[in-house]
C-alpha cells in the first residue's frame, strides 16, 4: 500500500505506481468520486459516452425489455 503526505497547499504527489494503473501522466484530468466514506481516483474519460455504457444495466437484469416497453405504451 502507498501513502502520500499532503502539503501546506493541499496538494499531494500521486504515487507511481498509482499513476502507471490509471495510465495518467502530467496534465491529464481526474475524477474524484465518492463512495461509502471512501474516494476512488479515475483518470477522466475522453469519451464519457464510452465512460457511462452499461451504467445501471442492473436494473434491466431481471426484466423482459420488450414486455416493459409494450406495457409502458399502453398507458
Do not use: N
Amino acid at each position: 500500500m502507498d501513502s502520500a503526505t499532503v502539503s501546506s497547499k493541499f496538494q499531494v504527489v500521486i504515487p507511481k505506481k498509482a499513476r502507471d494503473a490509471l495510465g495518467i501522466k502530467a496534465g491529464d484530468k481526474l475524477i474524484f468520486d465518492y463512495r461509502d466514506g471512501f474516494v476512488v481516483l479515475l483518470a477522466r474519460p475522453t469519451d464519457f459516452v464510452d465512460f457511462m455504457r452499461g451504467l445501471g444495466s442492473e436494473v434491466w437484469k431481471d426484466i423482459d425489455v420488450t414486455e416493459y416497453l409494450a406495457r409502458e405504451r399502453e398507458t
